[in-house]
């Protein structure tokens, strides 16, 4: 008896779920959540100006927390969450930022876990990408330096199986290597081969990286 009840409840909770989300979808047109795309997406925070534009796609999933993943989308922001990505916010928010008119990949497969990912231009994660908890990846200085050194800005590319893991940061112009593992606490500056283990700050090659496609 006790599990039918259950299943009654969760039925009804995602009945109430693809409520708020069709209430979403009136109000901002850009959002596309395609079937199979979990109905807790409805518990996140949407911040989508007119013209942005968030696709997330089937199988990707979230925990159904209140404010646990944040899209923040400027004018002509496009941010697309890839097939089969685990968006995890119970140890912490996923942030979500997309400036006007920059673009925001995470390919599909893709683990993100209590991180900040910010695109002024263009960041793009590859296919089972990981970021850990407190991670941090920007493509942009986010200020002027002053009045005489503008912002600068330059794209940032997470190769394929590449692991950023926990309270580290990716600045701008930087690509990761597929299967490189970037260190915790480290912060990188220039970009790094593929299969590359780097760590510390800045971060430096410290050794070889094998297979990660099939790691867990």
């Known amino acids: 008896m006790s599990r039918t009840a259950d299943r009654l ?27 199979g795309a ?14 942005a534009r968030v696709t997330i796609e089937a199988g990707a999933v979230t925990e159904r927390r209140r404010d646990g993943v944040v899209f923040d989308v400027g004018p002509g922001g496009q941010l697309t969450v890839g097939a089969g990505t685990w968006l995890r916010s119970d140890r912490g928010p996923v942030h ?13 497969e893709c683990f993100l876990n209590a991180c900040q990912v910010s695109a002024k231009l263009e960041v793009t994660l590859g296919r089972r990408a990981w970021v850990g908890p407190g991670s941090r990846i920007y493509d942009a200085d986010q ?3 002053d009045a005489e050194r503008p912002e600068r800005r330059a794209p940032v590319r997470i190769g394929d199986c590449a692991w950023i893991t926990s309270d580290a940061t990716v600045l701008r112009g930087v690509e990761m290597g597929a299967h490189s593992v970037l260190g915790t606490r480290s912060v990188l500056l ?3 081969p593929p299969h590359t283990f780097v760590a510390g700050t800045p971060a430096r090659p410290l050794g070889r990286v094998g297979d990660r496609s099939r790691v867990r």
């Open 9 to 35: 409840r969760l039925r009804a909770l995602q009945l109430l779920d693809r409520l708020r989300l069709w209430r979403l979808r009136r109000r901002h047109p850009g959002l596309v959540l395609e079937p």
């Open 190 to 192: 220039e970009s790094v």
């Open 38 to 51: 979990s109905t807790n997406f409805a518990h996140a925070r949407f911040d989508l100006a007119p013209g």
């Open 143 to 145: 200020h002027d330096l």
């Open 96 to 108: 979500l930022i997309v400036y006007d008119g920059a673009r925001l990949t995470v390919g599909p």
